[in-house]
Structure formats: C-alpha cells, structure tokens
C-alpha cells in the first residue's frame, strides 16, 4: 500500500497534477457556494471533458471537486442562511446566527478548521481500513457481489428521505433503463422499439447528466431571481484576523467534540447512500445531547457549528470505501465518481483495490489536499463566495444547459446524445418533483447490468439450482440485514401505537387511525397521473419481455414485476395518503430530525401547496425552454444555438435590457467556442441545408 500511495503523490506531484488539483478545488468550492449547484452538478458537467485525460489525472479532478466543495457550501449557509449544499443544512442553525452577532469570519474559520480536521480523521481511518477489507473481499462469492449490489439499492432506498416503495420502485426502474438495447449475455435486442440509436442501450454520461445536472436546471431556472435572497451582514474588515483565530482556538480547544464528530461522520459516511445530511445532523444532535449548555444549540453556538462541520467531512473519505470495495457509492457525488470509473475503464471491487490501488490512493490524496487548500483560502475569499451566490439564475442556467449539451455531445459526436440528455433531463426532473429519488434511478442504472451478469453467472454455477442464492453466508447475512431495513417503518408505527395504548390514550388513537384511514379524492392530483403512466409503461415492459426467450427475459421479470407491483401500491396510497406516510424513511425521520407534517398548520399547509403549483406552472415554462433549445440544436446546430440560447433566454426569461443581454451572450459565447477549439470538438452543423459549410447546416443526420 504504501508503494502505491507513493506512486499516486509522485503523479500528484507533476505540474499538470498540481494545475487539475488547484482548478478542481476552485470549480469545488464554486459549486458548493451555489445553492443547488452541488458538487453531483459539478461532476455531472465535468465527467463527459475527461474522456481524453489519463484515468489518473481524471480522478485528481474529481476528488479535488468532491474534497473542496461541501466547505464552499459553508459560506453561503453562515453568510447568507442558504446553504450550498444539502449537508450544509445543519451549518445554517449556528453558523448564521453566529454571523448576525458580527462574528461571521468566526463562524467561517470555525468551519474551515473543524472540515478540515475531519476530512483528515476520516481519511486515515479509510487507509486503515483498505489493508483490513482486502482480504475480507476475497471471500466474497458471484452470488455474494449479486445480493450486494441489491442491498446497496436497498440501503440507498432507505436512506433517501421520502417514501420507501417509491425509493425502492425507481431502482427497479432505472435497473430496466440498463436493460435497454442490445445484450451481449444473451445475443438479443430488448426493448429498442426498432430504434438504431437504442440498440447500443442508453448511454452512461448522457444519462447521468441529464438525470443528475440537466434537472437541477429545471429546479433552480423555475425559481427565478438569485440564487440567494437574503443579505450578508457586513463586518468590520479589520475584525477579520482576529476573529479567524479566535475560531481556530474554539476548535483546537474543543478535541473531543471534534473527535466525537469525526468518528460519526465516518460511520455514518461508510454506510451505502446516507451521505452528509445525515451523519452531520446526528452528530448535532449527539452534541447537544451531550452539552454542557444545549440551550445554546442554534443561537450561535460554536459547539454545534464543529459537531456539523466535522462529521460533514470526516464521511468524505469514508463514503468512498463502499464505492472502491464493492461498487456501491456510499453518498450521491460518489454515484458520479463510480460511473466515472467504469467510464474510463476501472472495474469498482475487489479488482480496483487489487490491480489499480495508486487510483484509490490518488482519490485519497486529491480529496485531502483539495480539503486543506480550500479550508486554508476560504476563510479569506469567503466575502468573494457570498457575492456569487447573488448572480441571477437567467445569467446561469443557459450557460450550464449549453456545458451539458456539449458534454453528451462529445461522448461520441452523436448530436442524439445531446438530446438524449435534455429529455432525459425533463425526465428526471419530473421523478424530483414528485419525490422519487434520482440516486436510485440512477444507481439502478449504473449496477443493473451488473447485477444480470451475476445473477446468470451463479445460476450457471449452480446448473440452474436458486438454492445458491440462499446458501451463501455472506449472502445470508445480506438478506437479513435488507429485511429489517424493510420491516423498520412497519415497526416503528407499531411500537408509536403500542406506546399510546399504554400511556391511556386508546381512544385518541383509534379516533387518529380513522382520520387516517379517511379517503382523499387522488383524482385531482398529479402525482396520481404521473404513478399511473409510469404503472402502465412498467406493464407495458412486461408485456413485452414475455416475448423475449427464457434466459433473456427472467431477470427483467424478476425486476419489473415487483416494480409494477410497487408502483400499484403508490397509486393505492394516492387516495390514502397518511397510512403511505408511514413508508416515510431516511435517518432524519426515524431520528425525527426531519419536520412532523402533522403538526404544521392547515394555512401553512395551503401556503406551500398554492407556491408548489406556481413552481410547477414555471417549471413546464422552462421545460419548453429546453424544448426550443433541443429542437434549434437539432436543426440549427451548435454555432447558431449557443449564442442565440443565451440571449433569448437572457432577453424573454431573465427579462434584462439589450445593454446587458448582449455583452453577457457575446462574450460567453466567445469563452465557450474557445473551450470548444481548445477541446478539439467537432460540432454538429445542424440538420438544414448548408448555408456554412461544416459551421451552419449540412449535418448528416444519423439513424435513430
């Protein structure tokens, strides 16, 4: 391990590594200071640009991008109570109170050290792992690496905030998305519809920055405005040094809450798709537990900032211990480095830790001096990061549209991959808004082809005996593990009405039950229509894999059915909406960390229902944005559309003045065309007739 670890700090160590790790972290720690443009966008947008670097240099980026950006998402949850990224939710209840009480570069450092702290307790308990876990992988099994890969769905299904069967439906349909196209196991097309451009199946980067960053765009344009609204509290410039000492102090002074944090973070950071929100709010919640002064939690205190901060990053290094060991992406960023890998050609498992260990140890690297490069700067350039988040979405979202477009686009030069990742961009943004998780859509996607292979390899081992699939105790100890997970809600809601039955409160209960068991016409909702289409399409699936010979259509049944059947409980609880809240998981929940909806105010209630359907009114607005901007990349191709895109979106949406709209577009799209040559892609002309030879029309149109 060491040689490996040396051979990844000597590359490290080149000027061209220095130069990714310096851009990764700036883009890291711009994306975390984006409310909504996390980390997932940014690696999303840079994943198609790697294709041509050294798997090596690939992953420096990454990593700096995934090391820097959860600090940068800091700054604007204590300057601006908005945070950047969604773990920096827990950062907002005492790093902005702190900075209303003008200690705002108090609260910055305090931050910067705790992460930094953190990511390096997390890191060395990673490298200490990796010796420990190699041979515990050798005695992993096909079947074993078949059932982990469905406990990794699982897990991420019930660590996802929301509903479990619409958590465990998505994975079940982004596994058939992997079914798409030609099969090399079986010699058979499934599922094409006739279509050429499907018989190669559904692209991994297209389909990942469609899901992941095409329909965040469709979130955050649909808002308007800036991305923050809220205004910095200016402090005293010359107060600024002081005050990042006294913040390094109240960390340095505090080892065992730091400790206590990390150690947390790093549990929690391990397990398959819990991610940061979790771990940094059961850390805040231990600590204040655990305090001296818990009346202090959320007016500033400097205890809870470290207990949030730390645990945040102490998972960072991890979370990547699942995705590097076994393929299971332990948060949603490293879902993006997983298929990054597979992307240039690195098998996640046992192989990876085994064959390409200096890659692992690359991404250990990259993440902890990318974390100490942006802990050390930010606390000085954090008045600049406030000032970013107050740019106008209209001057943004056309920009990162085109960076998408394009990113698909040079996958293969195949201008339907482009518009594969816009549709599949609406797509996505439609299963967000009616609350299924993209992360097991997309995780579904990535590990369904995967799991096939396993699951046919193990029967051929067996001759076709499904004993194999139970006899395993790894496996075993895997399916148990699922079942509990699976019964918890179930239990949960009966230990809740076993306790009130004690507490003399029968008829309260029985009175609430029936309330709960009260009818709601489901008709009047979208949700519904949206259950109901993806019910059918899933029927439809079935249908058609019938006609598909044994072998070949099995495991698509062994997927869709339950999946059909899942979705058929969802339209059922359309009508009964409170007995499927008891489906409700995460940890937040089971912790009741997250908000209790019963004890919100019918008036509030109604309030949020009348923005959700103003927000979904300016959400189909900019869906036909995308729309106008497919077809015109279509037609007019990529010279006509980029600056003619951001102007008019500038223009008609952002509403702006010519004075503005013009330079913005004219020098945008200059930057852009010079990436573009610097690339050395070739774009589509668009599919009129030539009127500029290779630059505008003449496009041979490719089969679809």
């Not at 790697?50 to 700096?64: G, H, K, R």
């Not at 995705?323 to 240039?344: E, N, Q, W």
């Not at 009405?497 to 309260?508: C, D, Q």
């Not at 209790?596 to 009348?610: G, L």
Request: one cysteine or more; a positive charge.
């Amino acid at each position: 391990m060491i040689e490996a670890l040396m051979e990844a700090l000597s590359y490290l160590l080149h000027l061209e590594g220095i130069l990714i790790i310096l851009g990764g972290t700036i883009l890291g720690i711009i994306f975390g200071a984006l409310p909504g443009f996390s980390p997932i966008t940014g690696m999303a947008l840079l994943l198609p640009f790697t294709f041509t670097m050294e798997p090596m240099t690939a992953m420096i980026l990454f990593s700096s991008l995934m090391g820097s950006a959860h600090f940068g998402g800091s700054v604007p949850a204590i300057l601006l109570n908005t945070p950047g990224t969604t773990p920096n939710a827990c950062t907002c209840l005492d790093g902005f109170p702190m900075a209303q009480k003008g200690n705002a570069a108090k609260a910055i450092s305090i931050s910067a050290t705790s992460s930094a702290i953190g990511c390096t307790i997390g890191l060395i308990l990673l490298l200490i792992s990796i010796p420990i876990i190699r041979p515990f992988l050798l005695a992993f099994k096909i079947v074993d690496f078949f059932w982990l890969i469905i406990f990794g769905l699982v897990t991420i299904a019930f660590a996802s905030k929301g509903n479990l069967l619409k958590g465990l439906a998505g994975g079940g349909i982004g596994i058939l998305f992997a079914f798409v196209g030609y099969s090399d196991l079986f010699a058979i097309e499934r599922y094409t519809l006739g279509s050429y451009y499907l018989w190669d199946g559904l692209k991994l980067v297209p389909f990942v920055v469609g899901v992941f960053a095409i329909s965040e765009i469709v979130v955050y344009a649909s808002k308007g405005g800036r991305i923050a609204h809220d205004s910095v509290k200016k402090d005293d410039s010359s107060d600024w040094g002081k005050q990042v000492k006294e913040g390094i102090n109240e960390v340095l002074k505090r080892p065992f809450q730091v400790l206590r944090g990390s150690l947390i973070g790093s549990v929690i950071g391990a397990i398959p798709g819990v991610g940061g929100s979790a771990a940094n709010f059961i850390s805040y919640t231990v600590a204040m537990q655990a305090s001296k002064h818990p009346e202090e939690y959320g007016k500033g205190s400097a205890e809870g900032l470290i207990a949030s901060e730390t645990a945040n990053d102490a998972k960072n290094g991890p979370a990547l211990l699942p995705t590097v060991a076994f393929g299971i992406p332990g948060s949603p960023d490293t879902a993006i480095l997983l298929a990054a890998l597979i992307v240039h050609g690195l098998q996640p498992g046992p192989l990876l830790l085994r064959d390409d260990l200096p890659i692992v140890m690359m991404l250990i690297l990259g993440i902890f001096i990318s974390q100490m490069i942006s802990s050390g700067t930010g606390i000085f350039i954090a008045p600049v990061l406030a000032k970013i988040t107050f740019i106008r979405v209209h001057f943004l979202a056309p920009f990162v549209l085109i960076f998408c477009a394009l990113g698909a686009f040079s996958l293969r030069g195949y201008i339907w991959d482009a518009l594969a990742a816009v549709l599949l961009g609406i797509i996505g943004y439609s299963f967000k808004r009616f609350n299924f998780p993209v992360i097991t859509i997309v995780i579904g996607f990535i590990l369904g082809g995967m799991a096939e292979r396993y699951f046919h390899t193990s029967l051929m081992i067996s001759r076709g005996s499904y004993t194999i699939f139970f006899t395993s105790p790894i496996s075993i100890v895997l399916i148990t593990i699922m079942v509990l997970m699976l019964a918890i809600p179930f239990v949960r809601g009966w230990i809740s009405n076993l306790k009130a039955k004690k507490s003399g409160v029968e008829i309260a209960v029985e009175k609430k039950n029936k309330e709960k068991r009260q009818r709601v016409n489901a008709f009047k909702n979208t949700s519904f229509y949206f259950t109901l289409i993806l019910t059918i399409l899933v029927l439809l699936i079935i249908i058609e894999t019938m006609g598909y010979r044994e072998e070949a259509r099995l495991f698509p049944l062994i997927i869709s059915i339950p999946t059909f059947v899942m979705l058929s409980l969802l339209l059922i609880g359309e009508f009964y909406p409170s007995i499927m809240s008891k489906l409700d998981v995460g940890l937040e929940t089971l912790l009741n960390i997250d908000e209790d909806q019963s004890e919100i105010p019918k008036e509030i209630k109604r309030e949020r229902e009348r923005k959700q359907r103003l927000s979904s009114r300016l959400a189909l607005k900019i869906i036909m944005w995308m729309v106008g901007f497919g077809a015109s990349l279509f037609a007019l191709g990529f010279s006509v559309t980029i600056p003619g895109f951001i102007f008019t979106f500038i223009i008609f949406e952002g509403k702006e003045k010519l004075r503005k709209a013009l330079p913005i577009t004219i020098i945008g799209s200059i930057l852009l065309f010079v990436a573009i040559g610097y690339l050395d892609m070739r774009l589509w002309p668009g599919a009129i007739p030539a009127i500029w030879p290779k630059v505008i029309g003449g496009g041979i149109i490719p089969r679809i």
